[in-house]
Nanobody
Framework: QVQLVESGGGLVQAGESLTLSCVAS????????MGWYRQGLGKQRDLVAS???????SYGDSVKGRFTISRDNRKNTVYLQMNSLKPEDTAVYYC???????????????WGKGTLVTVSS
């Protein structure tokens, strides 16, 4: 099993910045892609950004140019730098990792419990 723990959420005003972090832990695992998803109230969970183990990134259209995803493979940590935040960015942000764990024996997706980001106007 792989555990993901997010941090960094909070309440900010429109135009401000926030950085989310997600640390992965577990027994004898390998992480491939990592990413951030978000789910607003009454909405579906959507991809915000993802990054492969070699650093290739992709972003949802609504955050391109404002958000930056990065990862530190030595620390098994993925970050999401969010700039120029808008009220519509308000959501629970979930960390995702596609990983192989020796205790499971195959690749699968893992999810964190989420961290709330609230952007006031």
């Amino acid at each position: 099993q792989v555990q993901l723990v997010e941090s960094g959420g909070g309440l900010v005003q429109a135009g401000e910045s926030l950085t989310l972090s997600c640390v992965a832990s577990g027994r004898a695992f390998r992480i491939d892609a990592m990413g951030w998803y978000r789910q607003g109230l009454g909405k579906q969970r959507d991809l915000v950004a993802s990054i492969t183990s070699t650093g290739t990134t992709s972003y949802g259209d609504s955050v391109k140019g404002r958000f930056t995803i990065s990862r530190d493979n030595r620390k098994n940590t993925v970050y999401l730098q969010m700039n120029s935040l808008k009220p519509e960015d308000t959501a629970v942000y979930y960390c995702n990792a596609h990983a192989f764990s020796i205790t499971v024996g195959y690749d699968m997706d893992y999810w964190g419990k989420g961290t709330l980001v609230t952007v006031s106007s």
